[in-house]
Every structure is written in C-alpha cells, then in structure tokens.
C-alpha cells in the first residue's frame, strides 16, 4: 500500500497544495494520502473529501533547541556569504545588541561560527538541534502519529518552519523517506538553512536545480526533480477564472480606462509602499498619468492599517484587501495561520488577468503578472543616503540581479522614472514582451498546467 502524508505549515501551503489540483492528483496516485496539518483541521472542511486530516499539536522551541537551530542557520550564512550581498544583509539583519538571554545568546553564536561553519559543523549543530527536542512530549506524540500511519513518504510543503524539525527527525528515527518542496524563489538565494535534512527536493526550475547544488553540496543530483510549482496553477484552472465583466463590477472599475495594479509587499521589507502609493496617486491627480483606474492589492501576510489614511485622500483608488482568515491566535509564527479563501484566489487571478500594468517593490508579484505577460514595475526609491528606507539594496540580491539582467521589468528610483515608465508601458504593453517571456522560463521551467499531476507523479516515483 503507497500511502502519503503531505505536511502543510501554512497559509501559503493551503493555497499551493489544497487549493491547486496536486491534492486530487496525489489522491489518484496514491492508495491514501493523508494531511498532516500545523493549521486548524476544520479549514479543510469544504476542499477535502476524501484525504483524512491530522491536525498537529504545534511545536514551541525552547532556549536549548533555539540556540543550536540558530547556530547551525548562522553557519550556513557565514558558509555561503563571499560574493552573496544577499546573504551578507541576513548575516548583518540576524545580528542584536539586545541585552537578552537570546541577545547574547547570538553574539557568541556569531563569535563561535567565525570559524565552526564547514558543512560538517552545520551538521552537528542540528544533530545537536534534534538531541534538544527528541524527548520533548510533542516530538513523542509526532513519533507515536508516524508510527501508526506507516507512510510510504512524507512531504513537506516548505522546507523552512522550525517547528517541522521533530516531525522530520522521527521521520528519520523511522527510517520513512522524506520530500519537501522549495517554498520561494528566493528560499536557497538568501535566506538560513533549512530546517532540516530531506532524503528529496522539489524545485521550480532548473536555475533552483543549481542552487541547491550550490548551497547543499551533498545533496545528490538524483534527488532533486524540477516539478514548476504550484504557487501559479490556480491561473490555469476553470474554477478561478471570472471573467472581466465581473472583474469591473467587482472593484467598481471604469471599463474605458487603463487598470494599473499596485501590490504591496509586507511592512518588514517593503516601507516604502506608502510612498510608491501617494507618489502615483498624486501623478494621477496632477493628469500626469492619464485616463487610469487604480488597484491596491495589500500584502495577505499584514493588516492593511498602514493604508488606511490614503483611503480617504484618495477616493479614487480602488483597494484589494487579500481575503485571508487568521485561523489561530498566539502562533510564534502568526503570518503562517492566515488562510485564504477562494474568492481571493479568483481576486488574484482576475487583478492578473485584467490589469493593464503592475508596480511592485521587487516582490514575487513580478512573477504572477508576467505569467499573463502583463508589463511590471519595480520601484526601488530608498537608498543608504537619502533617509529612505534603503530597498535598493536589494538590487544586488541574487534571485533580484537576475530580474535586473534579464530587462523583463523597469526599475526606477525616483518618481520621475516611475512616471516615464509608466507611461512607456500605458502606450506599449508588448514592450519587453520577450524578456518577460525569457526571465519566466528561467524562474519556472515547467508550464502550469499539470504542474499538480506532474508534483503527484514525482513523489509517487520516490515510494
């Protein structure tokens, strides 16, 4: 009997793998698949049927487990970090003056990784990390869960939450193969280490292939399947599609104009998007840009109040609050347990069918519209001198240099820029047209449809 266990750690997991079509496509390959789920079992009530759900009581780390889970992330950075601006801003962002138990706690993890970073001691810190919580009551529970499932493979739906290390080390005691699945772009680019060692990895193309090479040498090459990702299926599938009737009488549109969608990142690495707002809402007023509809999509991972004085100035912009149900309180990780909902999903998908034009501040939003092939702007007006809050910085991360080369978007850095190109793009959508086309190829090298069916296949092969 192939019997699967799909872990989903949030609500960008409940999107990618309940909402696309790999839930039906893994039910059909496998003889059961069962949901191991770190959110709320009754989220799943109206998409599941046939899959059981297993809600997961929720691991909280204490000081031990902490203090080597961040020693073993801080090797990796310190690994990795010549020639990576990337990594080199979160080494600079992980570092703390606080006066903390876990504030000195990091500056002598800073001091001993100066030169305990090889690969070998990244793995005695997390051998280290799971001798912390082997005897912890939830890793216990988690062992006694895989014991009586007796699954053929465990998938994990993101390769990064801390609070997946216990499930992954029974998962090893067991001796159960393990999957998981490259969350973002930007996951092995950038950011720390994964929270634990897998027996096989997903990817969204062949460019991730390399990376993970690159950042996980003893990885093997047979381990490692390029699969597209789930993230943009949605954009393919009838049941989210609506049409641009009920997309104009949705956002109270006028059906005449031009639609510009600018989508908001996260307050944490997106500030100036208050900036960027007022900065074409003012362009507009002023007739600079003309005969324009704008959309407001905020970031689903934020409430929107930061926003909130801009409503009234400017009445004329429409706004897209991102439908998405905080499911649990007092999460160590509250972002993770906002879940969307079906109508945001279709919300998404008609912004990125219907609008004309999208501006962003470097956000994975890039991708979405350039899969209609829609023109994006990314604005980037901060920099280290003129008190801004310096987002040009991250120009020179990795998975970002690789956007600036491929001339698939304009980047601007004053308003000025930011009104010429827009007015290039009102006048010519087709312009960069190729680019966008080359860069999507090189960021997921698989096409959407089936990418569900294509996940499903993968792992079954790996039973």
Not at 267 to 290: P, V
Not at 368 to 389: H, M, R
Request: net charge neutral.
């Amino acid at each position: 009997m192939k019997k699967l266990g799909v872990v989903i750690t949030d609500g960008v997991g409940f999107r990618n793998f309940i909402l696309s079509d790999f839930l039906v496509e893994a039910e059909k390959s496998f003889d059961e698949v069962v949901i191991l789920s770190c959110l709320p079992a009754e989220i799943y009530l109206e998409h599941i049927t046939n899959s059981r759900i297993i809600e997961l009581t929720v691991f909280e780390e204490n000081f031990q487990t902490w203090f080597f889970r961040k020693a073993k992330e801080v090797s990796h950075l310190k690994l990795h970090e010549k020639n990576n601006f990337g990594i080199q801003d979160n080494l600079r962002a992980n570092k703390t003056k606080s006066k903390s138990a876990r504030g000195f706690a990091t500056r002598f993890i800073f001091k001993i990784t100066s030169f305990l970073h090889s690969e070998n001691w990244i793995q005695k810190f997390n051998s280290l990390q799971q001798k912390s919580f082997k005897n912890n009551a939830v890793t216990i529970d988690y062992k006694t869960i895989l014991e009586k499932e007796n699954f053929s493979l465990l998938f994990f739906t993101h390769q990064r939450p801390p609070f997946i290390a216990p499930l992954v080390y029974q998962a090893e005691q067991l001796k159960i193969k393990t999957a998981t699945f490259i969350f973002s772009w930007d996951n092995l680019a950038s950011k720390g280490r994964m929270a634990a060692n897998f027996d096989y990895y997903l990817v969204w193309s062949d460019l991730m292939k390399t990376e993970l090479q690159q950042f996980y040498f003893k990885v093997k090459e047979n381990n490692i399947e390029v699969v597209g990702t789930p993230q943009f299926e949605s954009y393919v599938l009838d049941r989210y599609k609506v049409s641009k009737e009920e997309f104009i009488s949705k956002f109270n549109i006028n059906p005449n104009f031009i639609t510009i969608c600018f989508s908001c990142g996260d307050i944490s690495t997106s500030r100036n998007d208050e900036l960027y707002i007022e900065t074409i809402a003012n362009a507009i007023q002023e007739f600079k840009i003309q005969d324009v509809n704008l959309i407001i999509r905020t970031s689903p991972a934020e409430d929107p109040i930061r926003f909130q004085s801009f409503v009234k100035k400017f009445p004329f912009i429409k706004w897209n609050y991102p439908n998405w149900k905080l499911s649990r309180e007092g999460h160590q990780e509250a972002w993770s347990q906002r879940i969307p909902s079906v109508e945001d999903v279709k919300d998404l998908r008609s912004l990125l069918e219907y609008s004309d034009l999208n501006i962003n501040m470097l956000s994975t939003m890039s991708l979405d519209f350039i899969q209609f092939d829609k023109p994006v702007i990314n604005t980037v007006f901060g920099n280290a001198e003129n008190g801004l809050y310096d987002d040009q910085r991250f120009l020179n991360y990795a998975h970002i240099k690789k956007i600036v080369d491929s001339k698939a978007t304009k980047i601007v850095k004053n308003q000025e820029e930011l009104i010429t190109s827009i007015n290039l793009y009102l006048e010519n959508s087709n312009l960069d047209s190729y680019h966008r086309k080359e860069l999507l190829q090189l960021q997921v090298s698989k096409p959407l449809v089936n990418t569900g069916k294509r996940i499903a296949e993968t792992l079954l092969k790996w039973v």
